[in-house]
């Protein structure tokens, strides 16, 4: 690291369990962020702070008005942008020290794997259930792992889904896919600003928990909010035998990169 990047990030390399080791392993690693509405504002923004070497943004919708009382990556003067192409724009100036990417596109299928492929760790910022189980599907197949969170009216809640430990569940574990599974939107039920800041920030420390290889990520904790009483509650689930998506992966070589 040079003499900038020293001062920049001094304030985790000060930190014994992070140090310059955990710092170059951020600054050596690849995020893919799927969403940059409400929870991919401040994930993205705290991963591009952090110094995470390259982030992949990935969003197809457009900045609306009605996002700005939460989604933070965003704008007045950029009503109308791709969500990507903002959120790309605010992370550069926050931190010109790394590469960040728009994909201004709803990944699914070849381009999702192809994306997926290219990331150390996925955050799924997505808001509906189909992008999330797609999301998870990808990373089941890639053998990668996955921080999820949703937030909507005063309720929040992320988990860790890392494929690469061989007993660890998948999202669909937790959340089998159901079809015609009746969907919750904030433009229908509303959702707290704050709250997917809150949210959203859990998802960015625990993506680099998972890159530095600190502390104990939310494996098989479903970790949840109720942001009008600030209680929060941790519920343990296990890997489901059976699960359609899980049951039959191969998990990455111990010998393979891992941070």
Known sequence: MNDQQLLRYGRHILLDEFGIEGQQRLLASTVLVVGAGGLGSPAASYLAAAGVGRLILADDDKVELGNLQRQILHTTGR??????????????????????????????????????????????????????????????????????????????????????????????????????????????????????????????AEAIKLMTGMGEPLVGRLLCLDALTMQWQTLRFNRDPACPVCAGRSVPSADGPQH
Request: one cysteine or more.
């Open 79 to 204: 009503v109308g942008w791709p969500k990507a192409e903002s959120g790309r724009h605010m992370l550069a100036a926050l931190n010109p020290d790394i590469a960040i990417e728009a994909v201004v596109a709803r990944l699914d299928g070849a381009s999702l794997d192809e994306q997926v492929a290219r990331a150390d760790v996925i955050l799924d910022c997505c808001d509906n259930f189909a992008t999330r189980h797609a999301v998870n599907k990808a990373c089941v197949n890639a053998g990668k792992p996955l921080v999820s969170g949703a937030a909507i009216r005063f309720s929040g809640q992320v988990s860790v889904y890392d494929m690469r430990q061989p007993d660890a569940p998948c999202y669909n574990c937790l959340f089998p896919e159901a079809h015609g599974a009746r969907e919750l939107y904030c433009a229908i039920t509303g959702v707290l600003g704050p709250l997917v800041g809150i949210i959203g920030s859990v998802q960015a």
